[in-house]
T-cell receptor, first 113, second 112 residues
Framework: SQKIEQNSEALNIQEGKTATLTCNYT??????LQWYRQDPGRGPVFLLL?????KEKRKERLKVTFDTTLKQSLFHITASQPADSATYLC????????????FGAGTRLAVHP | DAGVTQSPTHLIKTRGQHVTLRCSPI?????VSWYQQVLGQGPQFIFQ???????GRGNFPDRFSARQFPNYSSELNVNALLLGDSALYLC???????????FGPGTRLLVL
């Protein structure tokens, strides 16, 4: 099946360090991947989209990479802050007349002061 | 600009009851999608509507139905509720050709 897999274990890091989250996909080649942030009890908030022909994309302290050989996307938060603590979701889009998102289970990030 | 809005925010129902959840998309967005998110998992696609027509359906039973109105708002209906329907129900809107979906705050449904 065409899955999106994220590390289900929570990631705990110290404030100021770089957080790196992983998203792996199998059995297909997505045209692009999206990353969302979700706080408890809230809806996901779009952060970044990276296309298969883009190696890297940045937005402020965020950086996303896309390695089609490894079938993997990495999401980095540099100079992390406690306010970055949340669950981060990776998603791919299935097109064909419509556009549904298939999400990974998400990785919970906790940034400690 | 207002984002996607959903109502109610929380809901408690008992098994066998029916529920209607509501969503208003971002102004100008004609596509609305519904997702179910069970605790500890990512959102799972239920429906997509565009111009009042169903354009996509996920792997959910017929107890789940939805519709979209001329003003592009949408309703999700779930009949014969089961305990397993307890979840956060998310609505997302986007421009039809857009790649980014914008999610509402969700409706937390608890089935007892």
């Amino acid at each position: 099946s065409q899955k999106i897999e994220q590390n289900s274990e929570a990631l705990n890091i110290q404030e100021g360090k770089t957080a790196t989250l992983t998203c792996n996909y199998t059995n297909y080649s997505p045209a692009y991947l999206q990353w969302y942030r979700q706080d408890p009890g809230r809806g996901p908030v779009f952060l970044l989209l990276i296309r298969e022909n883009e190696k890297e994309k940045r937005k402020e302290r965020l950086k996303v990479t896309f390695d089609t050989t490894l079938k993997q996307s990495l999401f980095h938060i540099t100079a992390s802050q406690p306010a970055d603590s949340a669950t981060y979701l990776c998603a791919r889009a299935v097109s064909g007349g419509y556009n549904k998102l298939i999400f990974g289970a998400g990785t919970r990030l906790a940034v400690h002061p | 600009d207002a984002g996607v809005t959903q109502s109610p925010t929380h809901l408690i129902k008992t098994r066998g009851q029916h529920v209607t959840l509501r969503c208003s998309p971002i102004s100008g967005h004609k596509s609305v999608s519904w997702y179910q998110q069970v605790l500890g998992q990512g959102p799972q696609f239920i429906f997509q509507y565009y111009e009042k027509e169903e354009r996509g359906r996920g792997n959910f039973p017929d107890r789940f139905s939805a519709r979209q109105f001329p003003n592009y708002s949408s309703e999700l209906n779930v009949n014969a509720l089961l305990l397993g329907d307890s979840a956060l129900y998310l609505c997302a809107s986007k421009e039809w050709q857009g790649e980014t979906q914008y999610f509402g705050p969700g409706t937390r449904l608890l089935v007892l």
